[in-house]
């Protein structure tokens, strides 16, 4: 990569690949579900659980994301967190995990837990495990769920989740939830998201504010997945920016 990408552009050009679990609850045709508004703004619907991706793998890249949480929310999660997220070094099958996400390391954007790692190494059906892994510096919180803590012993993780640094330990999933140290900006109002991946780092920020890392990445790169999730979600940027070479 060696100039900036649009990817609302190579979305709005078809260039790119859509899934949805067609298992699930309801899911609107890909094309329904991501729509550009007459502003120029990508509407996600939320009507579906999966993702658009691109074609190509990236590496050593800033992503910038300009988002804001629409109010409708659909299916079974029609009471819960507005949810959606992006998948990130993404490979493997379509769907390998759970039938609806690719094996990645996710950046979470759900009401009070944005800026969460998750990370997917699915099984797939001949028994072959992708394993994907991070290493983070984290801590346990209250209930025993894992936090990161800059400076504590660095750990591998091959699944699960590694909470934001001040995501409340009561978080609730239901709708319109926040925590009183949040960093994302209150429901209708614009956010930015940033990812630095450089090498195996990851570093997310939210509206300026450094919210998660992790080191070591495996892969270090992969394509790059937005994710639908049940909810309402308006985004007027989206790109890829090369990080300068040291």
């Known amino acids: 990569m060696r100039e900036k990408i649009d990817l609302l552009g190579t979305i709005r050009a078809g260039e790119v690949e859509y899934h949805v679990n067609p298992q699930s609850d309801f899911h609107d045709d890909p094309k329904d579900i991501w729509k550009f508004d007459a502003d120029g703004t990508l509407h996600i619907s939320g009507r579906g659980y999966g993702y658009v991706a691109t074609k190509q793998s990236y590496r050593d890249y800033h992503l910038v994301v300009e988002y804001r949480w629409g109010e409708k929310t659909w299916g079974r999660r029609e009471n819960s967190a507005r949810d959606n997220g ?12 759970g039938n609806t996400w690719m094996a990645s390391i996710e950046c979470q954007l759900i009401e009070g837990g944005t800026g969460d790692i998750l990370v997917l190494s699915p099984k797939l059906p001949d028994g072959t495990q992708l394993v994907t892994s991070l290493t ?7 209930d025993k769920e894992k936090i990161w803590k800059a400076g504590s012993p660095r750990q591998t993780v091959t699944a699960g989740r590694v ?12 709708k ?6 949040d960093a994302e900006k209150p429901v209708g109002e614009w956010n930015k998201l940033e990812v630095f991946a450089e090498g195996g780092t990851l570093r997310y920020f939210l509206n300026g504010t450094k919210v998660n890392e992790g080191f070591d990445a495996k892969p270090s790169e992969g394509r790059v997945l937005l994710q639908t999730e049940g909810a309402e979600m308006f985004v007027r940027r989206y790109e890829l920016q090369p990080l300068e070479k040291k």
């Open 86 to 97: 992006i998948l990130l070094h993404a490979y493997g099958p379509h769907g390998a995990y």
């Open 136 to 142: 983070c510096e984290y801590a346990l919180d209250r």
């Open 163 to 174: 909470n934001w640094e001040k995501r409340d330990v009561d978080w609730a999933d239901k």
């Open 176 to 181: 319109g939830f926040r925590g009183p140290e």
